[in-house]
């Protein structure tokens, strides 16, 4: 038996990515583009008459900058590379991308017209919410423990491509179903009928784990967002909101530097003077954000590594401030709410349905 050794890389290996981002990355900073290992992936260069910012996902490139910058990155890259040059972004990694003159709209109305058809849900009547709030009838409670005649879903049933495919959505462009999602892929392993009929109607059981959610807005548009179950049993109500906040402290900090590093290479303006206000409507934990790790009879179980927020406040990288819960936009993604306060909340998120766009121009990013 004979083996052969490849002395370049070749095309569909596990680490052709790799070698292919070297390559790029190699050839983008000997031209005096940067980066950094917040963000490896976006390569900048600033010069006199403007700056380029290169977004690389694997052989994908989205150009951004001046104009005269913009020509001066593609004419370069064409130079050492076969590239092929399809002007303004429309299409990118699933997402459908519109220009207006007052802003942008990312949607992914495509791929989910796909879905509905794929799932013979193209002809069903839509909903206002993805889910209603908690029945109090326990013989509609759909997580109501399993009767001994109910069976499992077999494997015709599609259950699982069903998550996936809405896990891609509510990941990309539909933050509105996050919290619905994470709760069904909770029953991936043994669904029942009910969850696959009732998915329309489902609601929060949290079965002695609370949940931790969070969004980041940028002028009034989501730009990250999560809804998972937390890891460990928390005791009281401050307690799953310090572990929350946690949570969304640490995505805090990566987007800062992230923001920092792209605005201080393009020469604008520093953030660093300006810290991130987080909302939180529970009192007990924003005392105990502010005055630091108070080991107190309630308290002091709680793990003093969860109050790295403290620190994060004390150096005036983030500002905790309290707000009603009627208007915590982080309810989409820990609880069913009622259909007026949810339509509330995701238009305060940025999202709007397509029927409602004026086509001339509206600023939003998120579309349904």
């Not at 004979?2 to 031209?31: A, D, F, H, P, V």
Request: aromatic letters at 10%.
């Amino acid at each position: 038996m004979y083996s052969i050794k490849l002395q370049r890389s070749l095309y569909g290996l596990k680490q052709s990515g790799r070698m292919w981002y070297n390559r790029l990355s190699e050839y983008l900073l000997k031209e005096g583009y940067v980066n950094n290992p917040i963000c490896p992936c976006i390569f900048i260069k600033k010069s006199e008459t403007g700056f380029a910012i290169i977004a690389v996902y694997v052989d994908d490139l989205n150009l951004v900058g001046t104009p005269e910058e913009l020509t001066r990155t593609t004419n370069y890259l064409k130079k050492e590379f076969e590239m092929k040059d399809l002007g303004k972004t429309k299409f990118c990694l699933g997402l459908q991308i519109e220009h207006f003159p007052n802003g942008v709209l990312v949607h992914q109305s495509t791929y989910i017209k796909k879905v509905l058809k794929r799932f013979y849900m193209d002809k069903a009547h839509p909903l206002s919410s993805p889910m209603v709030v908690r029945s109090l009838d326990v013989k509609k409670d759909p997580f109501r423990p399993c009767e001994k005649d109910e069976e499992l879903l077999g494997p015709e049933v599609p259950y699982l491509s069903a998550i996936g495919a809405l896990m891609y959505l509510a990941n990309c462009t539909r933050p509105d179903i996050a919290f619905s999602v994470n709760l069904l892929a909770r029953y991936s392993s043994a669904p029942t009928r009910r969850h696959w009929n009732d998915a329309g109607y489902l609601s929060d059981p949290h079965k002695g784990r609370s949940q931790t959610g969070y969004v980041f807005n940028c002028n009034g548009t989501a730009i990250s967002w999560r809804s998972v179950k937390q890891t460990m049993v928390a005791t009281s109500s401050n307690h799953s909101e310090i572990l929350a906040i946690h949570e969304a402290s640490r995505e805090c900090i990566w987007l800062r530097s992230m923001i920092q590093h792209i605005r201080e290479s393009c020469g604008l303006s520093s953030i660093k003077g300006d810290p991130t206000t987080l909302f939180e409507d529970n009192a007990a934990c924003i005392a105990q954000i502010t005055g630091g790790y108070i080991k107190g009879d309630r308290t002091k179980h709680i793990s003093p590594k969860f109050f790295y927020t403290h620190e994060l406040q004390k150096s005036g990288e983030i500002d905790v401030q309290q707000i009603r819960s009627s208007d915590n936009l982080a309810d989409l993604f820990t609880k069913s709410l009622p259909t007026s306060t949810f339509k509330k909340l995701i238009h305060r998120i940025g999202m709007r349905q397509l029927k409602d766009i004026d086509m001339r121009g509206s600023m939003l990013v998120k579309g349904c």
